[in-house]
């Protein structure tokens, strides 16, 4: 094989190399945003919705989590599971007009969930952690349940994962975690 054709050949793959690894760093954050996992729930139903958060940085780590729930679909039962070095505080807002649940008038109901770290603990770059909600009974009356989050890094950095699905169904640049909602069974 000639000098030339070789170095042609050489120049062609450094160019679909570098072309390959351009198209997956441009893809990764697509892959790390905040995530509800399982993506899906019976409506009507409870379930254990863990919202996962990554660390997208190189240098910080995540040291709170905040999860808004919808205030056109309250939840009247919400519950954290422990985390070591984690403390979640819940805050609640008046639902109006009231529901009745079990025999009951409920007039007010989770709003958002703040988990924070202790000192000293952090999501590290590279890392992952879930932070489990048991939720319920969840909406009869959507197909999905939308879960805005507030992520905060210890240098000070705050990335809101707010952005409601697309109509035309791509993804925005900072998607909020949800889970679709199905029929419960024998609906």
Excluded: N
Excluded at 7 to 17: C, E, K, M, N, S
Excluded at 18 to 23: G, L, S, V
Excluded at 97 to 124: C, F, K, L, N, Y
């Amino acid at each position: 094989m000639p000098s030339s054709t070789r170095r042609g050949a050489l120049r062609a793959g450094i160019v679909l190399a570098a072309a390959c690894a351009i198209t997956l760093v441009g893809a990764a954050p697509a892959f790390a945003h905040v995530t509800a996992q399982p993506g899906t729930a019976e409506q009507g139903g409870y379930a254990v919705i863990a919202l996962r958060v990554p660390t997208e940085s190189d240098t910080a780590g995540t040291v709170s989590l905040q999860v808004t729930l919808p205030t056109d679909h309250p939840i009247t039962s919400v519950r954290t599971t422990p985390r070591p070095g984690w403390t979640a505080t819940m805050e609640k807002a008046t639902i109006d007009p009231p529901i009745q649940s079990h025999g009951r008038t409920i007039t007010e109901a989770v709003r958002t969930v703040t988990w924070t770290a202790d000192p000293g603990v952090r999501i590290g770059p590279g890392e992952f952690a879930d932070f489990p909600l048991s939720l319920g009974p969840l909406p009869t009356d959507t197909d999905q349940l939308v879960l805005p989050a507030v992520q905060t890094y210890d240098d000070g950095e705050v990335v809101a994962w707010d952005q409601p699905p697309a109509a035309d169904g791509s993804e925005p640049e900072r998607p909020a975690p949800s889970v679709t909602l199905t029929p419960a069974a024998g609906d």
